[in-house]
């Protein structure tokens, strides 16, 4: 019975059994022997370059990217047309030829600044269907310095190499996107006692990420497996994109508002101010007066903001999204045969009480959770093949529950 030479296992105990003049090799032993010499960086980059050759005329072009986000996500159109370009934008580089005398194209990383509740993770959650690239959604809220218990940044990297299977050259053209950025801003500019083991340390490990330099990877995630062994990852061609809800930041747009209205002019600039969404004023200064350090800031030069939502968008998230809240629950009644239909009035009440409570359209499904809880109890047992909700008993529910006091 043969074996092979380097493990020792039978022909029996492996899938595979390379046979050679002198010697056999099986399929694991095959795998070993190619990681072995990616990792000393002996592998022709032809392999690489032509494995991932991106046909531009079958990518989605920005305005085809826009409209699939306008079947899932309400408004935006500003965050929309700023995500759709730097996507196509991205599939251009990794289209590139690059030949010695081509201009390079350098890749625009992108921050998204909006209240909670108005859109972020589900633009990129949605922007993910679309795309032909690994994508990975990572938290920055879970990350701290090296030698502290959390994660450390190259985490992130850990699930985009999972979101491409762990092919490395796939992962190293694919795109992450860094939820809660504003979690890691400096808390401080005064010293203090505590380490901020969360704040400024983590946005210093970013730098090399955002940047693009050669990372090591663990794999299974460095602090419980110490002894495994790393990947490599070039992020020079990763796109990152950075959403965060940055509350309070409108304070800091306000007061510089109020620096620069001066002179003559000063009360005619102060009523082309819009006082109800500040925040489409945002800058860089911006940024760091909030607490990112100015390193950070200059690797996410595309910034953008996402509007607040008014009682027209609300009510339009409510109904017109293809997986919008009420098509979510008449699908759920459907199954048990029921038809659920839902008064205008009531859904007026839903949107005034969102409205109320600041929570954006998180507070939609909140509100409507709230309401349907008795109904999604009794409906199951009952024979009645149709049931509406009326503003007297949305009210009447949300009266029962802990959110109405």
Do not use: W
Request: glycine share 6%; with cysteine.
């Amino acid at each position: 019975m043969n074996h092979c030479s380097f493990c020792g296992k039978s022909e029996k105990q492996v899938k595979i059994l390379l046979n050679g003049p002198k010697g056999n090799i099986c399929e694991s032993c095959v795998a070993l022997a190619y990681d072995m010499v990616r990792e000393h960086g002996l592998l022709p980059d032809q392999t690489i370059e032509e494995s991932f050759d991106i046909d531009l005329s079958r990518v989605p072009k920005p305005k085809e990217i826009k409209a699939f986000l306008d079947e899932y996500v309400i408004g935006q159109d500003e965050a929309k047309k700023t995500l759709a370009v730097a996507v196509y934008n991205h599939y251009k580089r990794l289209a590139q030829k690059h030949d010695d005398n081509d201009v390079e194209i350098e890749k625009s990383n992108i921050i998204m600044v909006g209240a909670t509740g108005t859109g972020k993770t589900l633009l990129a959650r949605t922007i993910a269907r679309l795309l032909k690239v690994p994508f990975a959604i990572a938290d920055a809220t879970v990350f701290t310095e090296a030698g502290y218990v959390g994660e450390d940044v190259e985490s992130i990297l850990t699930r985009l190499l999972q979101a491409a299977d762990y092919d490395v050259p796939a992962a190293e053209r694919g795109i992450v996107f860094i939820d809660e950025i504003d979690k890691i801003a400096r808390k401080s500019d005064n010293p203090s006692i505590t380490r901020d083991v969360s704040g400024e340390g983590v946005q210093q490990s970013l730098l090399k990420l955002l940047e693009g330099s050669i990372v090591n990877v663990a794999p299974k995630g460095g602090r419980k497996h110490p002894e495994q062994d790393f990947i490599h990852v070039d992020t020079k061609n990763i796109l990152f994109i950075c959403g965060g809800a940055f509350d309070g930041i409108e304070r800091k747009i306000a007061q510089r508002l109020n620096t620069q209205v001066v002179g003559f002019t000063s009360v005619a600039n102060t009523h082309k101010i819009d006082r109800n969404n500040i925040m489409r004023y945002i800058m860089p200064p911006d940024l760091k007066s909030f607490g990112l350090i100015p390193e950070l800031i200059g690797r996410l030069p595309v910034l953008t903001h996402l509007e607040p939502l008014d009682k027209q968008a609300l009510t339009a998230i409510l109904r017109e999204p293809k997986n919008s809240i009420l098509k979510q629950y008449e699908k759920l009644f459907e199954m048990d045969g029921v038809k659920l239909t839902f008064a205008t009035d009531a859904l007026n009440f839903i949107v005034d009480k969102a409205v109320e409570y600041k929570l954006g359209a998180r507070g939609l499904r909140s509100i409507v959770e709230a309401i349907m809880v008795e109904p999604m109890f009794e409906q199951p047992s009952r024979k009645t093949r149709k049931f509406e909700i009326t503003l007297a008993f949305a009210k009447q529910q949300l009266a029962k529950s802990n959110l109405e006091i």
